[in-house]
């Protein structure tokens, strides 16, 4: 059915909104969860304190998105709200055990692994549903939702502060449990207008069947070049990119001591984050067809440029500056990465494409802070690794550059495909019309002979 462009549609829209808030708000709050970390399990004789630290908030967002293409197929089945409500209760479950450890490796699993699980189940649904009420307005619709995060990520690090510092990390993270029962909740909202492959196979046979292996693992949208190259291109970029995230807090301290407020930065990020998620999604819904890319280019070129920046700002306010500029960049990136799916496979194939990408985004965000950790803990510094940072985002943002003249010239290889079968077709219909009139001719003939 045709979306409606609104209607139920602004409460699945508010609901999503929450979903991405409460997912990448905790996310990109690691940095503060990180240092309290550090703090509560750490010793002076661990050589490699920041490294194994690291790996809980890497793996739990690499996870997110590691889980992204089994996530779509279960989405494809069941439909959205079966799978967002599931996976924000399991996400609940994750996050309350992980209040009750007593040291750093069972985090690995409970916040790592089942926290960010649950996430991602309940996170990519919202993605999918507002492509079944929205069609003209989907790029602002995007950016609204992804602004979610923004404003958690505005809010989160201070309140978790000061949880933090009154009630400890363990209460603090049973706290967040309260974010993830609303998440529960909003799940409900999800009411499909388009049936999922558990309803159509069960009207047709009053059981439910699982279709063929084809149809579950949709594999086709890799034969579209221009998605291949932006399916391997963004995760390229993407090795540095949640390095600041993780590491930023604690560079903050290690440059600066504890005279300056470090929350403030996640704040700069937020803000602008939000506004930028707002902006580009509109502006999106105005740049034709593949040609979003290059905002997804522009983006990754000032992602890389900020993080290469860090190590060179020698007092707060450049940090500050530096932050604000990141985050910008950083919503435009966010916010235009349905639009941009939509555009490359269709509407049809839009889930699982969606999911395969953020799946094959998981190795490098989840591979780059430990990295970075591990540059800290032997060279005593992050400048090393913030430069080496910037330096994926560049490369992966001039791979991205070729993907609309690939898929313009896509497009006029199909358009002539087309033609050349409407001209065949055309040349047999005036065949088969020669045919039939000289065979009525001698018929008639023979009839007016007798």
């Known amino acids: 059915p045709e979306p409606p462009e609104g209607g139920w549609g602004w409460v699945v829209m508010l609901a999503a909104m929450w979903c ?24 002076s004789e661990d050589k490699q304190l920041v490294f194994k630290t690291a790996w809980v908030s890497s793996l739990s967002m690499g996870m997110v998105f590691f889980c992204s293409p089994i996530v779509s197929i279960f989405t494809d089945l069941f439909g959205c709200r079966k799978v967002a409500v599931i996976g924000a209760a ?16 069972p985090l690995y699993f409970t916040y790592g692994i089942l926290f960010a699980c649950g996430c991602s189940f309940a996170y990519q649904p919202s993605l999918v549903i507002l492509g079944h009420y929205f069609k003209k307005r989907l790029g602002l619709v995007n950016g609204i939702v992804t602004a979610g995060s923004s404003l958690f990520t505005v809010s989160l690090p201070f309140l978790l502060r000061v949880l933090i510092d009154s009630v400890d990390l363990f209460n603090t993270l049973r706290v967040l449990c309260i974010l993830m029962f609303v998440l529960f909740l909003a799940g409900f909202t999800y009411k499909p207008l388009v049936p999922n492959t558990k309803d159509k196979e069960g009207g047709k046979k009053g059981k439910f069947k699982l279709p063929p292996a084809k149809k579950i693992c949709n594999f086709s949208v890799f034969k579209v070049l221009s998605y291949r190259i932006w399916a391997f291109g963004i995760p390229a970029a993407l090795f540095g990119y949640f390095v600041p995230y993780v590491h930023l807090m604690n560079h903050v301290k290690d440059r600066f001591g504890d005279s300056v407020p470090e929350e403030v930065l996640l704040l700069c990020l937020g803000i602008t984050s939000g506004v930028g998620r707002l902006v580009f999604g509109r502006v999106a819904d105005y740049i034709p067809g593949a040609k979003k890319i290059y905002l997804q280019v522009a983006s990754f070129f000032f992602i890389g440029l900020m993080s290469m ?109 087309a033609v050349d079968g409407e001209t065949t077709e055309k040349m047999l219909e005036n065949e088969s019309t020669l045919v039939s009139d000289t065979t009525e001719k001698p018929v008639k003939e023979l009839d007016s002979g007798f």
């Open 20 to 43: 991405n808030g409460a997912v990448f708000g905790i996310q990109n709050s690691c940095g503060v969860l990180f240092v309290s970390m550090l703090r509560l399990f750490g010793s």
């Open 90 to 105: 399991v996400g609940l479950v994750g996050l309350l055990s992980s209040s009750f450890v007593s040291t750093i490796e």
């Open 309 to 417: 920046m860090i190590p060179l700002c020698n007092v707060f306010g450049a940090l500050v500056a530096v932050c604000l500029f990141m985050g910008l960049f950083d919503g435009c990136f966010i916010c235009i990465m349905a639009p941009i799916a939509f555009e490359l496979v269709g509407a049809q194939d839009v889930s699982q494409a969606i999911g395969f990408l953020l799946g094959l985004m998981s190795v490098p965000m989840t591979v780059g802070p430990p990295i970075a950790g591990l540059l800290r803990d032997k060279l005593g510094t992050y400048d090393v690794a913030f430069y080496l940072a910037g330096v994926p985002p560049l490369i992966g943002g001039a791979i991205l550059c070729v993907i609309p003249w690939v898929h313009e010239r896509q497009k006029l290889k199909e358009r002539a495909k």
